[in-house]
């Protein structure tokens, strides 16, 4: 299978804890994307990579996310100390051109208690 | 704030007819616009992309583009149960990367 893979599926944690989540892009794309999705909602944007470069980040991601893409490939997003508004599916996408589709992955659905 | 507006619905269309959607966007620099479908608890699956105005073709589908309207739709055709998604429109934003979602219009095709 060559599509967008993400780990884990599901996560459930406390609110405090740390979470991270990983994403493996298509191979040959070049360009890396986290979005946020909550019910009812489309997804909405959360950073860019292209290549280990971090490019763009949206205004929703707090001082408390992080994502890296150290070698260009996979790339990780974590979350410190969880809040309930946290919950939400985080899905990766992964593109190879500024104006081409970007392909998503599973997501992974994160559940705060 | 750049927006992607669409009718949240839910569509209600009888198989094998033709189901209609619709969307509308802000952001008049956009040259890239695409359709996603989404059922319950799964992640988005491109359907379309268009870039020039007028009509794409791909199968039961159909995008439609008119930009100096600044508006998108999809037909599908010969409708089927299993075409009962969310469908999603997206636009690419003219000054960044991302791509902006409209929050989806729910279709349901009944038998």
């Known amino acids: 299978d060559t599509g967008v893979s993400q780990n884990p599926r599901h996560k459930i944690t406390k609110r405090g804890q740390n979470v991270t989540f990983r994403c493996d892009p298509i191979?040959?794309?070049?360009?890396l994307y986290w979005y946020r999705q909550t019910l009812g909602q489309g997804p909405e944007f959360l950073t860019y990579?292209?290549?280990?470069?971090?490019?763009?980040k949206s205004r929703l991601l707090s001082d408390r996310f992080s994502a890296e893409r150290p070698k260009g490939s996979f790339s990780t997003l974590e979350i410190q100390r969880t809040e309930q508004g946290d919950s939400a599916m985080y899905l990766c996408?992964?593109?190879?051109?500024?104006?081409?589709?970007?392909?998503f992955g599973d997501g992974t659905r994160l559940s705060i208690l | 704030q750049k927006e992607v507006e669409q009718n949240s619905g839910p569509l209600s269309v009888p198989e094998g007819a033709i189901a209609s959607l619709n969307c509308t966007y802000s952001d008049r620099g956009s040259q890239s616009f695409f359709w996603y479908r989404q059922y319950s608890g799964k992640s988005p699956e491109l359907i379309m992309s268009i870039y020039s105005n007028g009509d794409k073709e791909d199968g039961r589908f159909t995008a439609q583009l008119n930009k100096a309207s600044q508006y998108v739709s999809l037909l599908i055709r010969d409708s089927q149960p299993s075409d009962s998604a969310t469908y999603l429109c997206a636009v690419k934003d003219s000054s960044a990367s991302k791509i902006i979602f409209g929050s989806g219009t729910r279709l349901s095709i009944r038998p």
């Open positions: 996408a992964s593109g190879s051109g500024i104006n081409q589709p970007q392909h």
């Open positions: 191979s040959e794309h070049n360009r």
């Open positions: 990579f292209q290549n280990e470069a971090q490019l763009e």
